[in-house]
Structures are given as structure tokens and as C-alpha cells.
């Protein structure tokens, strides 16, 4: 069970939640390209790929990247907040042929998700940089509990000041001081005209 937040922090949730929704109401939302990014594809079929394992995605939209990565061998489960987006990732794995569980629920209270792991990969691709302050620890501790030894988390987001919203953004500082028993291996900047990165983090061994 999470802890029940301030009047102030669940009404940001449910702003967030009805914005998300939004988007998803009036058609294609702009993220939805379809398209699996390259650093994805590298990390599962570059030079020293690992061998395909479990892997979570947090926030996986329509689903792109999630049956990508079961097309490559993964046993996948994915998660979105808004129930359109999971409908539509679902209708997209059975086009594909691809067998992925895809799960409407918050990344941030997974404990109420049924998904124990423990998982080799997690995926997230513009969730946490949009999740609430308040819910990052929580976030932050689900994919802990649940990561094998030498796991690893890829993460896409945009950097503080990027939208209007003053809480929302990333940065490696704050990776780093949030993932506890996590390294940052990797930050290498996106392409996009406004700051962007792509943040590597690995598991300790020990657990
Ligand atoms: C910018 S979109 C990116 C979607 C997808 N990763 C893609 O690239 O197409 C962020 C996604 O995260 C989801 N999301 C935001 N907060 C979430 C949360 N707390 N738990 C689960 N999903 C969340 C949104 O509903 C949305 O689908």
C-alpha cells in the first residue's frame, strides 16, 4: 500500500493523469511516432547485447517499444498510466503477433501491479521526467525491489525547464542521488532541439 499524499500533491497527480489523458482523447498523441529509437536497438541488438531476459517498461504509451523488445526474445511487461494508451499498445502486440502484458496502472505503486520480477531490463521513455516529485522516491524504490543483480534501466527524458512545469525534467545529479545501490554508467545528450538525454544506470551485483 503507498501512503496516501497532501490535498496539493494528489490534486498534481490528477492533473497530471487528466492531461495525459487528454492527449490520448484527441487522437495520436505527438510522442507516438511508432518508431523504436536507436539507443534501444543498441542496447538489444548492438555488440555485447545481453541475452534477452525479463524486461519492464514504465509508461509505454501505444506499446512501440514494448513489442519490439518481445519480437527480440524479451518476456515483457509494460505499464501505462492511461487506459486508452494500454488499448491501443494491446490491439498493436496482436498486429504484431507479439506477446507482451501491458498493465494500466502508475509506474510510481507498482506493489499494486502484481508484477514482482525480478526483471534484467527496465525501459522508460519520457515517464519518470514527467512524474510528479513527490512519487520519484517511490518510483525510484519499485524498480530497486524488483531489479536482478546488474540490471539495467535505460531512460529517455528531457531536463529541467523544458516545459512549463516547473517539477518536471531529470537530471543526472538527481538519478544519481535518487537510485540508491544503482551506478550511472552512461548520459549521452539527445538529438532534440531542447535538452534531452538518454541516461544508462546498472544495478550493483550484490544487490
Ligand atoms: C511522453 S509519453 C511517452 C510514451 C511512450 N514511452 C512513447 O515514447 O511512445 C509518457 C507516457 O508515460 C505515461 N505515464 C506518465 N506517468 C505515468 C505513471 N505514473 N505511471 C505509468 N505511466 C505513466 C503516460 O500516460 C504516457 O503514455
Known amino acids: 500500500m503507498s501512503e ?7 490534486g498534481q497527480e490528477a492533473a497530471v493523469r487528466r ?20 539507443e534501444l536497438v543498441a542496447l538489444v541488438e548492438g555488440v555485447g547485447a545481453p541475452e534477452p531476459g525479463r524486461a519492464l517498461e514504465l509508461g509505454c504509451g501505444m506499446g512501440t517499444n514494448a513489442v519490439y523488445l518481445a519480437r527480440h526474445g524479451w518476456r515483457v ?11 491501443g499498445a494491446r490491439g498493436r502486440a496482436e ?4 506477446d507482451v502484458e501491458f ?29 510528479p516529485a513527490h512519487r520519484r522516491d517511490a518510483y525510484a ?5 524488483r531489479a536482478a543483480p546488474g ?20 537530471t543526472a545529479d538527481e538519478l544519481e542521488s535518487r537510485f540508491a545501490g544503482w551506478r550511472l554508467t ?22
Not at 496516501?4 to 494528489?10: K, T, V, Y
Not at 492531461?19 to 518508431?35: A, I, K, Q, S
Not at 498486429?95 to 507479439?98: I, L, N, P, S, Y
Open 4 to 10: 496516501p499524499g497532501s490535498a496539493a500533491e494528489l
Open 19 to 38: 492531461m495525459l489523458e487528454d492527449y490520448y482523447r484527441d487522437g495520436t498523441p505527438p510522442w507516438d511516432t511508432g518508431v523504436t529509437p536507436p
Open 77 to 87: 511487461t509494460a505499464v501505462d498510466l492511461v487506459e486508452r494508451a494500454v488499448r
Open 95 to 98: 498486429e504484431a503477433g507479439a
Open 103 to 131: 498493465l494500466c496502472g502508475d509506474a510510481t505503486r507498482l506493489s499494486e501491479l502484481g508484477v514482482p520480477g525480478p526483471y534484467d531490463l527496465f525501459f522508460d521513455l519520457s515517464c519518470y521526467c514527467g512524474i
Open 141 to 145: 524504490a519499485g524498480l530497486t525491489e
Open 151 to 170: 540490471a539495467t534501466l535505460l531512460m529517455f527524458g528531457y531536463g529541467p525547464d523544458v516545459l512549463d512545469d516547473p517539477f518536471s525534467g531529470v
Open 186 to 207: 552512461d548520459v549521452t545528450p539527445g538529438t532534440n532541439p531542447f535538452p534531452t538525454a538518454w541516461f544508462t544506470l546498472r544495478r550493483d551485483l550484490a544487490g
